[in-house]
């Protein structure tokens, strides 16, 4: 299981929010099952069915995540489907250790968030305790 702060649930949905008709994504950093940081990022693609994180700031988070020692998180939105990963999205899994995180804003007023390991194309869920709420 990983554990979500409020407020890092919070900014997830805002940002999910803030880029909407788009798809918003970003990473988190992962300590010992908590998130510890998120990471808000650009998407490149500027699409509301794709999303491909800027890979200047990628680069960036990537480093100050490893320098820290902790576990990546990869999150992105879905404007209008639900929170699991598409067909796209599977294929597109391109760091096993990562956990990935998926908005959904199918129903605005209720966000759903949830979370999978994707690996060589199979995908298993991670529960998700949120913490504050």
């Given amino acids: 299981m990983v554990f979500l702060s409020k407020e890092i649930v919070e900014t997830l949905v805002d940002h ?3 880029v909407f008709p788009n798809e918003a994504c970003g990473m988190l950093a992962l300590l010992q099952g908590r998130a510890v ?3 808000p990022g650009s998407n490149r693609d500027a699409s509301p069915i794709h999303y491909q994180l800027d890979p200047v700031e990628q680069f960036h ?3 100050e995540i490893e320098e820290k020692g902790w576990k ?3 999150y992105h ?3 209008q489907a639900k929170a ?3 067909r796209e999205d599977v294929e597109r899994a391109y760091y096993p250790e990562a956990l990935y995180f998926i908005i959904s804003l199918r129903n605005w007023d209720d966000p759903e968030l ?3 390991w994707i690996c060589e194309g199979k995908v ?3 529960e998700i305790v949120l913490e504050g709420m």
């Fill in 16 to 18: 999910a929010r803030a």
């Fill in 37 to 39: 940081k998120i990471y």
């Fill in 61 to 63: 988070i990537f480093q």
């Fill in 72 to 74: 990546i998180g990869i």
């Fill in 77 to 79: 939105s879905h404007t």
């Fill in 84 to 86: 699991k990963p598409s």
């Fill in 114 to 116: 949830r979370s999978f």
């Fill in 124 to 126: 298993k869920e991670e």
